[in-house]
């Protein structure tokens, strides 16, 4: 089993920046990703990355704007967040997935950290 904390949410205006960082309590070779749930939303997929870091996938809204990256000697998950807009405003969620692909579908995730809120006003 791993636990996963994320870190770097917060306040911030629209077309700023934010970098999420998640990390890992062990060594694993497990698929990454981020999804977010806004109030009264269903969670969505944010974005993955498998545990190479060769596979990456998207959701069409943050394509361009977000990147997803790892550093596995540090057991650690980035999201680098761009142009920031309003209705990126959610609690993020860093997962991670035994199989070691880049899913996003959250039922493929097998270990959830907590969340960390973003707010981006207008």
């Known amino acids: 089993q791993v636990q996963l904390v994320e870190s770097g949410g917060g306040l911030v205006q629209a077309g700023g920046s934010l970098r999420l960082s998640c990390v890992a309590s062990?060594?694993?070779?497990?698929?990454l990703g981020w999804f977010r749930q806004a109030p009264g939303n269903e969670r969505e997929f944010v974005a993955s990355?498998?545990?190479?870091?060769?596979?990456?996938k998207y959701a069409d809204s943050v394509k361009g704007r977000f990147t997803i990256s790892r550093d596995n000697a540090l057991n650690t998950m980035y999201l680098q967040m761009n142009s920031l807009k309003p209705e990126d405003t959610a609690v993020y969620y860093c997962?991670?997935?035994?199989?070691?692909?880049?899913?996003?579908?959250?039922?493929?995730?097998?270990?959830w950290g907590q969340g960390t809120q973003v707010t981006v006003s207008s």
């Open positions: 990355i498998s545990w190479s870091s060769i596979g990456t």
């Open positions: 997962a991670a997935s035994r199989s070691g692909g880049s899913s996003d579908q959250w039922y493929e995730y097998d270990y």
């Open positions: 062990k060594r694993n070779s497990y698929g």
